[in-house]
């Protein structure tokens, strides 16, 4: 078989699990298979290496940002490799621009237009074992390009794809993906499958087990996809086709995203054409807007309120500014201070009632729900980041995720 197998952060936080790691693609290729390995920087590396950017400037450019968050999976690579040939094996590390994935412009949240597979494949031909440096690209220009944070999962699933891997392993911390964060709700279960639409939803909504772009992506290119930990032999959860669930539960997970801020627009003019206008420019800015509401007001304007993730606030400030000082919007306010909590399951397709339990169980504990947003298989709410823990514990109940 062809494997891909992807270790996260902490899989690789240091020189022993590095070592742990070697050990496992080892065990792995001497049971005949062929393995790519994927890693991502040691845990800790990218968010030191962003502190490090901040020292200088409240902005800096994407490019360099670029420049320098790819270097912390290039370390993890060549020693992971360094490791591998130590065990005797022939291996060779690779950035991402020679494993040949080919992005487009985006600066620190490319997203992958091709891989050229030659380089891989004629190495795996000769008998080596990859080691791919994840969340990185290059641009036609030659720049090196990033995929996002998290980015390391959507390299895997991606090169996975274009290889056409018999199975993609992602190792992290956690022994699979669970009913809600393990850390937040010890009563959480592991889940031994879940339908590709349902982890697409839970990573969207703030799961960061793994990148909602490397779901996506293992949908499209029908990647068999396995989450697990490197730190035991515990199976982990496949994340496959519904159709290849037996009996889908009303609710498989809950998220929580912390992660979001809300803004909100008063008085903006009631005609047609406004909206549009603030959200093409906000659009054309990529800046992801998820629940979005809008209210009349008495004097003939409407408010508009919506929500942006934190790091995308501050564009998102410049462009709801020139609006202001054109008049189309009176004024306009930011809250970080907000949390979003999401249900998530395929039957509530066919179930009534799964919406108003999650808003009764916001009102037997307290919360004011600030606002909902729904889809065919999710219910959001928006609700003061105090109250997150409460809210995730209160609906895991709700619901009965522990049984
Ligand atoms: P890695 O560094 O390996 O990529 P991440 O930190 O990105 O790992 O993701 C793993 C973390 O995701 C876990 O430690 C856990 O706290 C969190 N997580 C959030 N939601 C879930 C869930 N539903 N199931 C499992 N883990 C989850
Ligand atoms: N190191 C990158 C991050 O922390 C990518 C990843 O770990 O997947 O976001
Ligand atoms: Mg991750």
Request: contains cysteine.
């Given at each position: 078989?062809?494997?891909?197998?992807k270790?996260g952060?902490?899989?690789?936080?240091?020189?022993?699990?590095?070592?742990?790691v070697a050990?496992?693609?080892?065990?792995?290729?001497?049971k005949?298979?062929?393995?790519?390995v994927?890693?991502?920087a040691?845990s800790?590396?990218?968010n030191?290496l962003?502190?490090?950017?901040?020292h200088f400037?409240k902005?800096?450019?994407?490019?360099e940002?670029d420049?320098?968050?790819?270097?912390g999976?290039r370390?993890?690579?060549?020693?992971?490799s360094?490791?591998?040939?130590?065990?005797g094996h022939n291996?060779?590390?690779m950035?991402g621009r020679?494993a040949?994935?080919?992005?487009?412009n985006?600066?620190t949240?490319?997203?992958i237009e091709?891989i050229n597979t030659?380089?891989?494949k004629c190495?795996?031909?000769?008998?080596?074992i990859?080691?791919?440096?994840?969340?990185?690209g290059?641009?036609?220009?030659?720049?090196?390009t990033t995929?996002g944070?998290?980015g390391?999962?959507?390299?895997a699933?991606?090169?996975a794809?274009a290889?056409?891997?018999?199975?993609?392993?992602i190792y992290?911390?956690?022994?699979?993906i669970?009913?809600?964060?393990?850390r937040i709700?010890?009563k959480?279960k592991?889940?031994?499958?879940i339908?590709?639409?349902?982890m697409l939803?839970l990573?969207s909504?703030?799961a960061?087990?793994?990148?909602?772009r490397?779901?996506e992506?293992?949908k499209?290119?029908n990647?068999?996809?396995?989450?697990?930990?490197?730190?035991?032999?515990?199976?982990?959860?496949l994340i496959?086709?519904?159709?290849n669930?037996?009996e889908?539960p009303l609710?498989?997970?809950i998220a929580l995203?912390r992660?979001?801020?809300r803004i909100?627009?008063?008085?903006v003019?009631d005609k047609?054409?406004?909206?549009?206008d603030?959200?093409?420019k906000?659009?054309?800015?990529?800046v992801?807007?998820?629940?979005?509401i809008?209210?009349?007001a008495?004097d003939?304007t409407t408010?508009?309120?919506?929500?942006?993730?934190?790091s995308?606030?501050?564009?998102?400030?410049?462009i709801?500014?020139?609006?202001v000082?054109?008049g189309d919007?009176?004024?306009?306010?930011?809250?970080?201070d907000?949390?979003?909590?999401?249900?998530?399951?395929?039957?509530?397709?066919s179930h009534?009632?799964?919406?108003a339990?999650?808003?009764?169980t916001?009102?037997?504990?307290n919360?004011?729900?600030n606002?909902i947003?729904?889809?065919?298989i999710?219910v959001s709410m928006v609700i003061?980041?105090?109250?997150?823990?409460l809210?995730v514990r209160?609906?895991?109940d709700?619901y009965e995720?522990?049984?």
């Amino acid at each position: 078989m062809l494997i891909v197998q992807k270790f996260g952060g902490t899989s690789v936080g240091d020189l022993d699990r590095i070592e742990n790691v070697a050990a496992r693609v080892s065990k792995t290729v001497k049971k005949g298979n062929s393995v790519v390995v994927v890693v991502s920087a040691m845990s800790g590396e990218t968010n030191k290496l962003v502190g490090y950017a901040e020292h200088f400037s409240k902005n800096p450019a994407s490019a360099e940002m670029d420049m320098l968050l790819s270097s912390g999976e290039r370390v993890t690579a060549a020693l992971v490799s360094i490791a591998l040939q130590e065990m005797g094996h022939n291996s060779t590390a690779m950035t991402g621009r020679k494993a040949g994935i080919l992005t487009d412009n985006s600066h620190t949240k490319a997203r992958i237009e091709d891989i050229n597979t030659d380089t891989m494949k004629c190495a795996i031909k000769e008998g080596k074992i990859l080691v791919i440096a994840g969340f990185q690209g290059v641009n036609a220009k030659g720049d090196v390009t990033t995929l996002g944070r998290g980015g390391s999962d959507l390299s895997a699933v991606a090169i996975a794809g274009a290889l056409k891997a018999d199975l993609c392993e992602i190792y992290t911390d956690v022994s699979g993906i669970y009913t809600t964060d393990p850390r937040i709700e010890s009563k959480a279960k592991k889940l031994d499958k879940i339908s590709y639409d349902e982890m697409l939803e839970l990573a969207s909504m703030g799961a960061k087990v793994l990148q909602n772009r490397s779901v996506e992506m293992a949908k499209k290119l029908n990647v068999n996809l396995v989450t697990r930990t490197s730190f035991s032999d515990e199976e982990g959860t496949l994340i496959t086709r519904e159709e290849n669930i037996m009996e889908a539960p009303l609710v498989s997970g809950i998220a929580l995203d912390r992660n979001q801020a809300r803004i909100s627009l008063m008085g903006v003019k009631d005609k047609p054409g406004i909206a549009s206008d603030i959200f093409n420019k906000l659009a054309e800015a990529e800046v992801n807007i998820d629940v979005i509401i809008q209210n009349k007001a008495h004097d003939g304007t409407t408010n508009i309120d919506f929500t942006v993730p934190v790091s995308e606030l501050l564009g998102a400030k410049a462009i709801v500014d020139t609006f202001v000082q054109k008049g189309d919007i009176k004024d306009d306010s930011y809250n970080e201070d907000i949390c979003k909590v999401s249900v998530v399951g395929v039957g509530m397709k066919s179930h009534a009632g799964v919406a108003a339990k999650a808003f009764s169980t916001m009102a037997d504990n307290n919360i004011n729900i600030n606002m909902i947003s729904t889809s065919e298989i999710k219910v959001s709410m928006v609700i003061d980041e105090k109250y997150a823990e409460l809210a995730v514990r209160g609906l895991h109940d709700a619901y009965e995720l522990d049984k």
